[in-house]
Structure formats: structure tokens, C-alpha cells
């Protein structure tokens, strides 16, 4: 890139497992190594330390510590540690999983060895642009946020409220969500912070509602506009494991989900979700329509995508996406145009930012790629 233009990359939920790790991404280092500054979101804990919690219900979510060498073999700049995972071992493989990527000159954001460390940004400079990196956590269980002593992710929660759309009892509610309000100050104080060290600020969050395409939470939304507000240029949402919309907000532009990237499951832990772990996943989100009919709202959570924008110290002057899915390797690889794939994923995405504030609906096709916004 020119000098004062930085193509920043990102990539979506990645869970290591394959053997060798670095296989996970052969389809798709080339196309990464291409850009100035890359960030993905790690699912996963690589400590040999702590023991399992068992609100956290995923046991198989630590690896050795070896596994996280996949991420440097693209090499990844920066890592979001912080997740609904994050203590699933306890704070010993939070602080592990950190010093971890440290090790391999990887910076973290989102999770720390306490609050201090998990708030404070990641520094980059490329071309001539400085760019500040932070990241929040509003799915998680309690007492998986950081602390002055204890390690954990950066919060970022949300309160729920259910209200009755008509008078019939057992109708379904319309569901409200509210940011936690010292949350809500202590993010946008950390933003304008960052914005007197940096010409950009990429904001992170592992948020929102598993498997849901659309509508986006109430809180999602006004924290994606207050981060804006404050002065962050990206907006990265993950976590869902399915692509959500994509919108604008002031010139900046806000990711709710990026969806997974290379999602490979490891073990056999049952999926049950919390807080008491009484029901599997699939009896929650799969919704049976008919005998013998049922939409399973996970049916996307194989297609991903990397998320490609071109940054200047005014913030974001063009956004691109390149789909992604998952084989039958279980690696990502590009969905490329004449694959019926490739219109697909054009139509999905105009579907689910239909009913999005600011929702981006026209997607421009440029080589490989789809162009969802360029500066004028």
C-alpha cells in the first residue's frame, strides 16, 4: 500500500485443531499476507494450567500452547483473547493464553492478566498511519471479567428485559437490551483515549446473539454508534458463529458479526447453554416449523469472510469483503466469482442488512471481492 494508506485485514472465530496447526489457514495465508495489519479472534485457550469451570460447559476449549503457532504462521498482528471462553479454565489459562501470543510477538486485546493490562490498547504504525486496537466482551458468564486482581476479559455487558407484545399470555416478548451504563463510560473513555495516541482506532467486541441472522440486539446497536461517537473508525463484531450486518455509521463502518473464520471443533463436551446447562443448543435455536421441518439457524455457520479496509489517518476510505468457507478439509477457502456460492452470499448479505440503521444493501463486485463502501 501507498505511503499514509494501511489495508487492514480481519478475520472472524478461529479455533485451532488441525495437525500440524498451521494447516488451518494454507487456503487463505496468501490472500491475508497481502495486507499491512491483520487481526483474528481466537476461540480457544493454550495453557497447560487451571481447572475447568463447569459453568463454562466446553472443556474442550484448552490446547496446548504449541496449537497457537497457527496464528503466527500467517502471522496475525493481533489476537482478541477476550470471549465467552475466557476463564473456561480458570483466570491461570487466561494469563497463560496472553503470555502465549506475547511469546510469539502476537499482541492481544481483550483479555489480561487484570483490567489495567485487558483495557489498554495494541500500538501499530504502518505507512506513515497510526492504529490503535481495543476489545471488549459483553457474552460472558460471571466473574470471567478482569479485575484489579484477577485475570479475564475486558466488559463490556449488556441487561436484558422482556416485554409482552400483545395480551396473550405465552406470546412471544419482544426482547430489550440495555448497556451496562459504567460499562458503556469506561469503553468510550478508553476510546477517546486511544484516538490521542492513534489516527485509528479498530474497536473489537465478542458480542451478540448465538446463531440469530438479524435483528441485531438493541445494546449491540448503541454501543457500535457510541464507539463511532467516541472516535473509533471499525467497529468488529464476533461470536454469533454466523455473518450479520454490516453498516455506517458517520463514515465509520460497523461489523455486528464477521462471522466464523475456522471453526474446528475438539472433543466431545456436550453443548449445553448456560446457566444451568439443563438444555442443548439445538433445543434452543433450532425451531421446528412443521413435522418434519425445522430451520436450524445454524445452517450459515460455515461461510465467513475476510474483511478487508483501507484506512487513512482520516479513518476508513474503502471496505471490502472476500466469503469464505469452510471445506471438506475443514480450512477455510475463498468463494470466488462463477460460484453459485459467490451470488449467494451476495443475496444473503443484502437480506440481513435490510432492517439494519444504516445497513449496507448494495454489494459492488471488484475482481474477487465484494465492495460494500468507498470514500468520496
Not at 504449541?66 to 475466557?86: C, E, L, W, Y
Not at 463490556?156 to 409482552?164: K, L
Not at 460497523?254 to 463436551?269: E, K, L, P, V
Not at 443448543?281 to 461461510?303: I, M
Request: aromatic content about 10%; charged content about 25%.
Amino acid at each position: 500500500m501507498a505511503q499514509g494508506i494501511v489495508q487492514f485485514a480481519a478475520v472472524g472465530d478461529v479455533a485451532t485443531g488441525l495437525e500440524p496447526p498451521e494447516a488451518i489457514f494454507d487456503n487463505v495465508r496468501e490472500l491475508l499476507r497481502g495486507a499491512d495489519l491483520r487481526f483474528a479472534q481466537c476461540e480457544r485457550l493454550y495453557s497447560e494450567r487451571g481447572a475447568f469451570q463447569q459453568q463454562g460447559l466446553a472443556p474442550h476449549v484448552r490446547q496446548h500452547p504449541s496449537r497457537a503457532a497457527a496464528f503466527k504462521s500467517v502471522p496475525f498482528d493481533v489476537v482478541g483473547t477476550g470471549s465467552n471462553h475466557t476463564c473456561d479454565w480458570g483466570p491461570e489459562a487466561a494469563e497463560d493464553t496472553v503470555a502465549t501470543f506475547r511469546k510469539l510477538g502476537i499482541a492481544t486485546i481483550g483479555s489480561g492478566r487484570n483490567i489495567e493490562e485487558a483495557r489498554k490498547p495494541a500500538l501499530f504504525e504502518r505507512n506513515g498511519v497510526r492504529v490503535a486496537f481495543l476489545g471488549y466482551v459483553s457474552v460472558m458468564l460471571p466473574q470471567y471479567w478482569a479485575t484489579e486482581t484477577r485475570a479475564g476479559s475486558t466488559p463490556m455487558r449488556a441487561h436484558t428485559f422482556y416485554e409482552p407484545y400483545e395480551y396473550q399470555p405465552g406470546s412471544p416478548p419482544r426482547i430489550v437490551t440495555v448497556p451496562h451504563r459504567k460499562d458503556l463510560e469506561l469503553m468510550v473513555e478508553d476510546i477517546r483515549n486511544a484516538r490521542g495516541l492513534a489516527e485509528v482506532v479498530i474497536a473489537s467486541f465478542h458480542w451478540g446473539v448465538h446463531y440469530v441472522s438479524r435483528p441485531i440486539a438493541d445494546y449491540q446497536q448503541t454501543v457500535a454508534r457510541a464507539a463511532i461517537d467516541a472516535g473509533a473508525s471499525v467497529v468488529l463484531g464476533h461470536h454469533p458463529h454466523i455473518l450479520q450486518p454490516v453498516a455506517l455509521h458517520k463514515g465509520a463502518v460497523i461489523f455486528y458479526s464477521i462471522g466464523n473464520f475456522a471453526m474446528i471443533r475438539s472433543g466431545d463436551s456436550p453443548n449445553f447453554c448456560c446457566p444451568m446447562g439443563e438444555y442443548e443448543f439445538k433445543d434452543v435455536y433450532t425451531k421446528h416449523l412443521d413435522p418434519g421441518y425445522s430451520f436450524a439457524y445454524n445452517r450459515h455457520k460455515d461461510e465467513g469472510r475476510v474483511v478487508l479496509v483501507d484506512l487513512d489517518a482520516r479513518g476508513v476510505r474503502k471496505v471490502s469483503i472476500v466469503p469464505t468457507v469452510v471445506g471438506a478439509e475443514r480450512k477455510p477457502e475463498v468463494v470466488k466469482p462463477g460460484d453459485p456460492r459467490f451470488e449467494q452470499y451476495r443475496r444473503y448479505m443484502e437480506w440481513v442488512s435490510e432492517d439494519t440503521e444504516g445497513g449496507i444493501r448494495e454489494l459492488a463486485v471488484e475482481n474477487d471481492r465484494f465492495v460494500l463502501y468507498e470514500r468520496r
